[in-house]
């Protein structure tokens, strides 16, 4: 069963970190792209960040770029997102998604996890 585990999300002041980690299993996790998405309240679903096995090309969103940094750790079928200089407009549920070989993804979806950024 492939299962997708988010966490590290929680509640941040403005302009700080925070690291959030998607731990896969269930699937060979080098086959697999994975991604980052995030829904606001009342906004559509959007595209973050993601990472493809195939040849490990990133692929951010314009909002994120220069801020957060998209990484995998293949022996521990983990990837992370460190976000940094976080915003208020940051605040979102964040999922994690994959997908064979390459991005973007979305056959296989995570639960989610809330990053709430204060102002």
């Known amino acids: 069963e492939v299962q997708l585990v988010e966490s590290g999300g929680g509640l941040v002041q403005a302009g700080g970190s925070l690291r959030l980690s998607c731990a896969a299993s269930?699937?060979?996790?080098?086959?697999?792209?994975i991604g980052w998405f995030r829904q606001a309240p009342g906004k559509e679903r959007e595209g973050v960040s993601c990472?493809?096995?195939?040849?490990?090309?990133?692929y951010y969103a314009d909002s994120v770029k220069g801020r957060f940094t998209i990484s995998s750790d293949n022996a521990k079928n983990t990837v992370y997102l460190q976000m940094n200089s976080l915003k208020p407009e940051d605040t979102a549920v964040y999922y994690c998604?994959?997908?064979?070989?390459?991005?973007?993804?979305?056959?296989?979806w995570g639960q989610g996890t809330q990053v709430t950024v204060s102002s």
């Open positions: 269930g699937f060979t996790f080098d086959d697999y792209a």
């Open positions: 998604a994959a997908a064979w070989k390459s991005c973007p993804v979305g056959d296989y």
């Open positions: 990472i493809s096995s195939s040849d490990g090309s990133t």
